[in-house]
């Protein structure tokens, strides 16, 4: 569970994030909506220790974030996080076995094979990630996060740069495996329509938390509007 | 894993001035160690004179050969490792942020020693290539012929030593240069200008303010720059004005040293600097920028520094000389007086002005080569 309380962020003299106060239970698929510059990023590098807030309490799993240093952050994100970004940043002198072994290692997890098949890329092993396509690279992005069994999957803008047929390919398969393994997912988006394959919905505005509500039925990645 | 043994071997600019440290001290210490014994052997006082000056400049030769390029060596690695880290700071970044300790990312830039390692073994087979040759010109005359001895511990000192020890600091400061936030590695750094700065900045004429930018951006660009003028303007004034005392073997070998050094520390600097500098150039020339300014605006900073490393090393050449006649040879009454060498200096002056001009002009047309289309292909 992440319970994050009167959380704080101030960059440049200017707060970001003003009083967030939020609670996401395990194994939900929660969405952080909102507009550009409306702190939903922020808040997601402060709930998954990428970065620490300056004012409130986040506790994750039993941990508590703002009580740890830059080591102990580190050693928490390598138990407990996964994290998917719009950007793939993969390494590029890497083939997409050993990009995926990156997580994998973390975690002594000898099946990643099965996890690069579950993305459908079991044909592309051997390929760099220059010759693959946004869509594959971004499959592989998701094998990488998911080889190192995170407990909680963070996901900023994961369609951002996908056109509407790869962007829900890509949906479909983090949600299927979600299903699958049960591990909770905290997606940033400011795409509304994804927000109907979420079970919890938070809407942000200007650094605060606008709305909170749960969606009765989710909606599959073909379901939803683009 | 995450730095690529590709990486650590193409540092062409690091193997190179280990290769020269290492040649040059393969054959003086081996010369200096396989001719200390025979100090017992020697009768005539004007010999022993003669034997103590052979021996105190194949010292001084590697210690400050050896010292001075090592140093350079070691800034370049660190320069390289900055570049890396700067240019490779998102996958880095990821990374860390999937829970690798800096310790265990840091770990993996060993293999920045590896071209250490290829320098120096390089320069010591090289050395031990031109031994003979090297002994026939450095023995004097009466002492016979002096058997070359492999020493093991030279090939440690040489080789090894180095090595290792080159790799643990590229390894140290890869771990501290990695102590930056996961965000700003993801992100890059974020430039946070005063108002001043900023008023000072909207007064000046653009292309003058590019020059200024990009020397401020890539500040340890500066010292390669005055260190290839340095080494061009030192190694060839002392090369061509030493003919008096050492043989022409010893004195070309110092001229070409010296020329290999400048060009690929200048190589590198201006490579560095351009390919830094790819997105601005294309989007200057896009907006109609002449090559000449697109040219000035990138490379023009950097002249008064190549100048001042001129001057720089006409000074050392002179001292460095003028110190080792004054000790080391002191004993010695042969050697003749050493005075500054006006018209090598002069000489020197007008094959660096050519070689710069040639440079910069290679590099507009380099700069001429860059389209807004192929910047905008690798992005």
């Known amino acids: 569970m992440i319970k994050a309380e009167n959380v704080v962020k101030t960059y440049n003299s200017q707060e ?85 072994k990156l997580g994998a290692n973390l975690a002594n997890n000898k099946d990643y094979r099965q996890i690069i098949e579950a993305v459908g890329l ?55 495996l979600q299903k699958e393994r049960g591990f909770t997912v905290v997606m940033v988006t400011h795409n509304v329509n994804i927000a109907d394959m979420a079970e919890k919905v938070v809407k942000m505005n200007s650094g605060k938390i606008v709305e909170i509500y749960q969606n009765s039925a989710r909606k599959s990645a073909y379901e939803i509007g683009w | 894993m995450v730095v690529g043994i590709k990486d650590g071997i193409k540092l062409i600019g690091i193997s190179i001035v280990c290769f020269c440290a290492v040649f040059v001290c393969t054959f003086m210490l081996n010369y200096y160690l396989d001719v200390l014994p025979l100090e017992e ?29 090592a140093a350079i060596a070691l800034i370049m690695l660190f320069f390289y490792i900055k570049l890396y880290i700067d240019s490779h700071s998102q996958q880095l970044g990821i990374v860390k942020a999937f829970g690798y300790s800096r310790g265990k990312i840091a770990g993996s830039f060993w ?11 390089l320069g010591f087979c090289i050395g031990w290539a031109f031994m003979r040759s ?28 180095p090595t290792t020890v080159f790799t643990a600091l590229a390894c140290l400061y890869a771990y501290c240069a990695l102590r930056r936030p996961v965000l700003q590695l993801l992100k890059g750094k974020s430039e946070r200008i005063s108002a001043r700065k900023e008023k000072e900045r909207k007064e000046r004429p653009f292309i003058w303010q590019m020059c200024i930018k990009t020397l401020s951006s890539k500040k340890s660009l500066v010292f390669f720059v005055a260190f290839s003028c340095f080494c061009f303007s ?8 030493m003919e008096n005392l050492t ?49 000035l605006s990138i490379l023009g900073g950097y002249a008064p520094f190549a100048l001042l490393g001129f001057g720089l ?67």
Request: hydrophobic content about 50%; proline content about 2%.
């Open chain 1, 16 to 100: 970001v994030l003003k009083g967030i106060s939020l609670e996401i239970y395990d194994g939900e698929f929660v969405v952080i909506l909102g507009a550009s510059g409306s702190g939903k990023s922020t808040l997601l590098s402060i709930l998954s220790g990428l970065e620490k807030a300056d004012g409130g309490h986040i506790e994750c799993n039993g941990v508590c974030l703002d009580a740890l240093k830059d080591d102990q952050l580190t050693a928490f994100r390598k138990e407990q996080i996964g994290f998917i970004f719009q950007q793939y940043y993969l390494l590029s002198h890497l083939n997409v076995e050993d990009n995926v």
């Open chain 1, 122 to 176: 079991k044909d592309k092993l051997k390929s760099k990630p220059s010759a693959l396509s946004g869509g594959e690279q971004q499959r592989v992005c998701i094998a990488r996060a998911l080889a190192k069994n995170p407990k909680i999957l963070f996901l900023d803008e994961p369609t951002g740069a996908l056109d509407e047929v790869t962007g829900r390919e890509v949906l479909d398969y983090i949600s299927k």
């Open chain 2, 41 to 69: 052997t020697l009768t005539d006082s004007a010999m022993t004179a003669l034997y103590n000056a052979q021996l105190a400049t194949a010292k001084f030769t590697s210690v400050i050969t050896g010292g001075v390029l």
């Open chain 2, 111 to 121: 293999v920045f020693g590896l071209s250490v390692f290829i320098g120096c073994a």
């Open chain 2, 134 to 161: 090297i002994y026939d010109d450095l023995t004097i005359e009466g002492m016979g012929e002096i058997a070359i001895n492999f020493h093991w511990e030279l090939l440690a000192l040489l080789v090894f030593i």
């Open chain 2, 234 to 241: 030192a190694m060839v004034q002392m090369g061509l004005s």
């Open chain 2, 247 to 295: 043989s022409a073997t010893m004195g070309y070998m110092i001229l070409l040293i010296g020329l290999i050094l400048a060009i690929v520390t200048m190589f590198m600097a201006i490579t560095t600097l351009i390919n830094g500098n790819k997105k601005n150039i294309s989007v200057m020339k896009a907006f109609g920028y002449s090559i000449k300014e697109c040219s």
């Open chain 2, 313 to 379: 090393g006409s000074v050392y050449q002179y001292g460095l000389l003028k110190i080792m006649i004054n000790v080391v040879f002191a004993n010695v009454e042969i050697v003749p007086e050493y005075k500054f060498d006006v018209p090598v200096f002069f000489l020197t002056l007008a094959l660096f002005a050519i070689c710069y001009l040639a440079l910069m002009l290679v590099y507009s047309f380099k700069i001429n080569k860059i389209s807004v289309k192929e910047v905008m292909i690798e992005n």
